[in-house]
């Protein structure tokens, strides 16, 4: 297990040895940790004495976003992004329990926000739990968003150039948006309601200004949830047209291959009779048969093609 813990005084953050934090006095004592093992949940129980249900919300192997009121504290899950691959999940998760004076907050992968949320903290302006939760979630959404953004062009790029020659391509690259967007769908609608519910719980170390962070930042996560929710729409309508694209062009290939057929089918009948090798071929003795046969054969070919054109199956 690893971490670290820093405490607010009167605006001033300094680091503090994790053994010590929970019996830290201050006006915020934050403690962070890395969770992998058993070893923090006797961590949480022993030292930071938290409840069960606390340790069990903080610990658990696998979290969607949610908020729940727990006594006199609240526990919160929210998803940010993570340089870390994180296979099925395209998010890290964060489990946070605050209570007034002390937030604990736990990950088991590298959380990118993590570190813009700890220097912020440096800076003094995050004084109590509120500002601390408020700054989490700001931090994640403000790093979501353009991520978002680029899907939503990576997909007005596919829809440019939207044609049945790049079909193979571009429905590769609308699958891989669509799946990404579903993946980001998939945490971002609960995010939002955990957040508005947070913001709206009866907590006293909730003050009016962490709540208007927090439905800010609900607000633009029920914002990317819409864009995903419409980019995930678009890609499906893209793939289908993309599908049809193709279908065409396979019927219009195959058309010209129908075509070709027919223009030589009468021309294989009569060059296949005359090379048969028996007695009795009209002509066959005459010197200009060849002549006369392959003008034939011209001539039944430009007829057949003119046929087709004039009854436009060449479009």
Known sequence: MSGFAVA?????????PLKTAPAEQADLVWIHLCVSDGEAKDWLA?????PDYAIEGLTAAETRPRCTAMGDGALLNLRGLSQ????????????????????????????????????????????????????????ITEELDPVVADLGDELDD???????????????????????AIGYRRFL?????????????????????????????????????????SIRERAGLMHETLTDLRGELIDQRSLVIAIAAMVFLPLTFLTGLYGMNVDGLWFAKEPWAFDAIVALCVVIGLGVTGYFVRQHWTR
């Open 46 to 50: 022993d030292t930071a004495g938290l």
């Open 189 to 229: 609608f609960p995010q939002r309601a955990a957040l508005e519910k947070l913001a709206a719980l009866p907590a006293d170390w909730l003050h009016d200004d962490d709540r208007l962070h927090l439905s800010s930042a609900a607000d633009r996560a029920a914002r990317m949830a819409e864009e995903v929710e």
């Open 8 to 16: 607010v005084t009167k605006g001033v953050a300094r680091d503090i």
């Open 158 to 180: 596919c829809e440019s150039r939207l044609d049945a020659h790049h079909a193979f391509e571009l429905r590769r690259k609308v699958n891989h948006v669509r799946i990404e």
């Open 84 to 139: 870390e691959k994180l296979g099925s999940d395209m998010l890290a998760s964060v489990r946070l329990f605050a209570r007034a004076g002390f937030v604990f907050s736990v990950t088991r992968k590298p959380l990118d926000a993590l570190e813009a949320v700890k220097a912020e903290i440096k800076t003094g302006t995050i004084a109590d739990p509120g500002d601390l939760i408020a700054e989490f979630a700001s931090a």
